[in-house]
């Protein structure tokens, strides 16, 4: 499966605990990575900036769904039922 151009679930809804340029204590779950464009692309993408677990995740039909509004509800449940107590 190829990523969704624009869709940017996956900066929004998980957390994100590593550094990230201009989020220097992670992301939070929910909020919008400052490396997002306005069209939903990344700064980032390519560079070596980009976090490794940014770089490390594959888009895949169980995450992704069938599109951007799936993919972002998949993802924050995903989120919540992970998230440690």
Known sequence: MNCRIG???????PSISSPIPGMEKGKPAGVRCVQLT?????????RVERPAVCTSLQPAFDMC???????????????????PD
């Open 38 to 46: 306005d069209d939903n692309r990344c700064h980032l993408f390519g």
């Open 7 to 13: 869709c940017a679930a996956c900066c929004i809804a």
């Open 65 to 83: 769904a069938s599109n951007d509004a799936e993919a972002l509800e998949r993802l924050t449940f995903l989120e919540q039922v992970t998230r």
